[in-house]
């Protein structure tokens, strides 16, 4: 067994390497194990992806058709608003010619406006009812991929990962729990001294691991540290009152008074 003196090293040059076949053997393996369809699942994939691709151009229209909708509306607007504008300047003599034709010419906008917001409805109700056919092909075929994965699937849910390392590095075994025989050892032995951990009530443990290197045990941990600041709140208001007093000749009068409060705290 090959010893080991840089780990870091040592992995980056040749352990890596060993470890990325070792694992795309075993995955290949796992692969021919469920004996599923790759053929059919790359089929089913790829009508995914067009789907989706069909679904991304639906959409553009549908865009499209919106934009399109509001211009039309715009336009039906100011072809009102021209007509009434016009029908008012009509109460003059002047320019009467030219107040009819503006509302001729708004009529006919009216028309056209109305017209093509009729039909751009329907295209958005065509290409909404090709959204929901588009959507629920989706999901028919996303279920599909998922059933034909679902053998390879099942058997990856048993994390290999450690399993995996042991056959590149078989000098590292790791512990499939962290047992309190481990626990006595590694404190009596080494001097390990987890309470100190176990007291911080700012952090939190996300994962645990440990085994052993040619009988040296080793405890992984990676922990959450949670640390709270503090903010410095400040504020300004303003207040305003009045008062009454009298001038050099005993007039009453009010004045007017104002002044701003300035505040802060500091918060966690």
């Not at 093509?116 to 958005?124: A, S, V």
Request: charged content about 25%; hydrophobic content about 35%.
């Amino acid at each position: 067994m090959q010893e080991i003196y840089s780990p870091i090293d040592s992995y980056q040059s040749k352990y890596k390497q060993e470890h990325n076949e070792n694992t795309t053997i075993f995955f290949k393996e796992m692969v021919d194990k469920t004996q599923i369809d790759i053929e059919a699942n790359r089929a089913t994939n790829k009508k995914i992806a067009d789907n989706n691709g069909q679904s991304a151009d639906n959409n553009k229209l549908i865009k499209k058709q919106k934009i399109l909708k509001g211009f039309e509306i715009i336009l039906l607007i100011v072809s009102i608003l021209a007509i009434a504008y016009s029908a008012i300047q009509m109460s003059t003599p002047y320019n009467m010619g030219l107040n009819i034709g503006i509302i001729i010419i708004a009529i006919a906008f009216i028309v056209l406006s109305v017209f093509l917001l009729k039909k751009t409805k329907n295209k958005i109700y065509d290409l909404r009812n090709i959204k929901d056919k588009l959507a629920e092909i989706s999901k028919q075929l996303h279920a599909e991929a998922e059933e034909q994965m679902r053998p390879l699937n099942s058997m990856l849910l048993k994390n290999y990962s450690t399993e995996l390392f042991t056959n590149t590095i078989p000098l590292v075994q790791f512990d499939t729990t962290f047992d309190s025989k481990r626990l006595d050892y590694m404190e009596g032995k080494f001097g390990f001294e987890p309470k100190q951990h176990e007291k911080n009530m700012e952090q939190s443990t996300l994962f645990v691991q440990s085994g052993e290197i040619k009988g040296n045990p080793f405890f992984i941990r990676e922990n959450l540290q949670h640390t709270m600041g503090t903010k410095r709140y400040d504020g300004s208001l303003t207040i305003r009152w009045s008062t009454t007093e009298k001038d050099s000749q005993g007039n009453r009068r009010t004045v007017q008074h104002s002044e701003t409060l300035y505040a802060d705290v500091v918060k966690p």
